[in-house]
């Protein structure tokens, strides 16, 4: 008997270590890329166009606005990662590194540890990119920003384009660069030439890059206000639908199959479109990396969504429509890298 009870014990003993490694080999984990939509703290800052969004603005935005918009960003963050909150989130269209503490710090991401790299940019209405990470699985060890100088216009002020280099979960290396790049505003052919320096920006940095890290593991994610098959990204940047396996060092665009989906990353009357998109060096996506079972997707949760009663279908739930205020999220809807991790 006592042989029985010492067998036993021995076998239950050993079922919490196989359990927790089954569960390793299954756990799926998130890259996430979200246009938070004027995701601005409350402070009036005299160097930049913000005064929209200030308590006496036209907006009248205020500290329970803003804290209200922090609380549903990362109600979304969370909810894309399901029950394992993404590894790091590019970001954009946020003002302040006191609006990127409050959204970590202040909201339920504090249970996840989040760290932040932000600088500001010169940016006239002051908003830029800035990269989110769980410091327990992300390790970044170098940043640089990027800026966007126009040859021909020596007073043009953008987004600077982020690169954050990291090691994941003690693994590979991974090189992330985050893209808000110049709007449509002002009218597309008026503002197209902006888009392709700002692909050019992206495509030097890149190939820089490579000369010192030849199979640099990259993601290039953003806000690039343009569409898998437009100028800047298919020709210029030279991001391809699929990859060739003949030859190595190419970017691979994974949003292109978004483009047939009755649902997008943004709504423009009618139409919806792809703006936000994921993009990665073919290294990245070589068998015999411990990340598998890639695949990137929009994050059209139905509570990011509302009926659209102008053009029909729907919507993304913005925090205004127009001046009026409403408890809404953004105009554009996140997108999401998801994979597993092998461990060998």
Request: hydrophobic share 40%.
């Amino acid at each position: 008997m006592r042989h029985i009870v010492l067998v036993l014990l021995i076998l239950f003993s050993n079922v919490p270590k196989c359990f927790s490694q089954a569960n390793k080999l299954s756990d799926e984990f998130t890259f996430m890329f979200y246009n938070t939509e004027n995701f601005f703290d409350c402070e009036n800052d005299s160097l930049t166009q913000d005064d929209e969004f200030t308590p006496d603005g036209a907006r009248r935005w205020n500290y329970s606005r803003f804290y209200n918009k922090a609380d549903r960003l990362a109600k979304v963050i969370l909810a894309a990662g399901k029950w394992n909150a993404p590894i790091f989130v590019g970001l954009c269209e946020v003002e302040s590194q006191q609006a990127l503490e409050v959204l970590v710090k202040q909201t339920p991401l504090n249970k996840f540890n989040y760290k932040i790299v932000h600088k500001d940019s010169p940016d006239e209405r002051g908003i830029d990119v800035a990269f989110i990470y769980r410091s327990e699985l992300f390790k970044p060890f170098d940043y640089k920003d990027i800026p966007l100088i126009d040859p021909l216009n020596h007073e043009f002020k953008s987004r600077d384009i982020l690169r954050v280099s990291g090691i994941l979960n003690n693994g590979d290396t991974i090189h992330v660069f985050v893209n808000h790049w110049p709007s449509r505003y002002g009218g597309m052919m008026e503002t197209v030439r902006l888009r392709g320096l700002a692909a050019k920006t992206l495509k030097t940095s890149i190939q820089e890059f490579f000369t010192e890290y030849p199979k640099a593991k990259i993601i290039c994610m953003g806000d690039f206000n343009d569409t898998p098959e437009d100028e800047s990204l298919s020709r210029i940047l030279n991001a391809l639908k699929s990859d060739d396996p003949d030859i190595k060092g190419e970017l691979i665009n994974l949003s292109f199959g978004w483009m047939t989906k009755q649902v997008q990353t943004l709504k423009n009357m009618y139409s919806w479109q792809v703006f936000d998109q994921l993009i990665v060096s073919d290294y990245f996506l070589e068998s015999g990396s411990f990340m598998t079972a890639i695949k990137a997707e929009i994050f059209d949760a139905a509570f990011l969504l509302e009926p659209d009663k102008k053009y029909g279908g729907v919507k993304p739930k913005r925090t205004y429509v127009g001046f009026k205020y409403q408890d809404g999220f953004s105009d554009h809807l996140p997108v999401l890298l998801k994979f597993q991790l092998s461990y060998h």
